[in-house]
């Protein structure tokens, strides 16, 4: 059956990255998002045709259905229930966490932006040629590792208030509040978002990593309700016969 269901598996990995994409054109954040829990519903009534033919049809010999009788499977996938609720939980945990993964994505595109803003008008201040500041706080950051220091030796704390006071006072007054605020709201962020036992769902890493077992689930729980919807199917889309393909 995997290499029937290869199309809809790769259709829905490929939603799942693209809500992953964020780029910032001209200062404005750009993200596909697509709707991953409309991409969720569509992988699974795609799938629906696939795993009733390779594991719960008893029709010897057959090599599929019609086009008529799988578009009446698909249609069908919301009254059947062929997975139950898994479908649901799936797309109701991806769309949570790849949201906030897109989040976190975007507001790292913002500090970026800040900070490439705040080193451009380091270099050049209303016009002002700031490169001897710009070349303190170069200087400042990398001379330990140039040096051969370990990265966690600081340089002197008096070095550093000259620089603060000579070139990064007035940024600092103007920036310190928005930007400790956005520090801290990430950090909150990416905290939630590393924890294994997420209760808020907000876990991306492990929900992906779960989704192939999530999907066995559910197609186990289709052949385990095999008669169930077997009886559903004959009901809605009628009998086999005549809507199948011989080998």
């Known amino acids: ?72 499977l698909k249609e069908s996938t919301k009254d059947i229930l062929p997975f139950g609720d898994i479908p649901k939980q799936i797309a109701k ?36 040629n700031n490169a001897e500041c710009h070349d303190a706080l170069v200087k400042l950051t990398y001379c330990p590792r140039c040096l051969g220091s370990a990265e966690h030796v600081k ?34 962020l990416v905290n939630a978002m590393k924890h294994q036992n997420d209760e808020d769902g907000l876990n991306a890493d492990g929900i992906i990593r779960e989704l192939d077992n999530r999907i066995s689930e559910a197609i186990m729980h289709a052949m385990t309700k095999g008669q169930e919807i077997d009886s559903k199917r004959v009901w809605v889309c009628g009998s086999l016969e005549d809507e199948v393909e011989l080998e």
């Open 1 to 72: 059956m995997s290499v029937y269901s290869k199309a809809p598996i790769e259709t829905f990995y490929s939603d799942i990255r693209r809500a992953f994409l964020v780029n910032v054109t001209d200062g404005e954040i750009v993200s596909p998002n697509p709707d991953i829990q409309s991409s969720a519903t569509l992988f699974f009534t795609d799938l629906f045709p696939l795993v009733y033919l390779h594991t719960l049809s008893n029709t010897e010999s057959v090599k599929d259905f019609s086009v008529e009788y799988k578009s009446c």
């Open 93 to 128: 945990s991806l769309a949570k966490s790849l949201e906030a993964t897109r989040i976190l994505f975007q507001a790292f595109a913002v500090g970026l932006e800040v900070l490439n803003v705040t080193d451009v008008i380091l270099v050049n201040d209303n016009n002002r």
């Open 155 to 188: 340089p002197c704390s008096g070095y550093c208030l000259n620089v603060l006071r000579g070139c990064l006072t007035s940024y600092v007054a103007e920036l310190d509040s928005p930007w400790n605020s956005y520090v801290g709201s990430t950090e909150k």
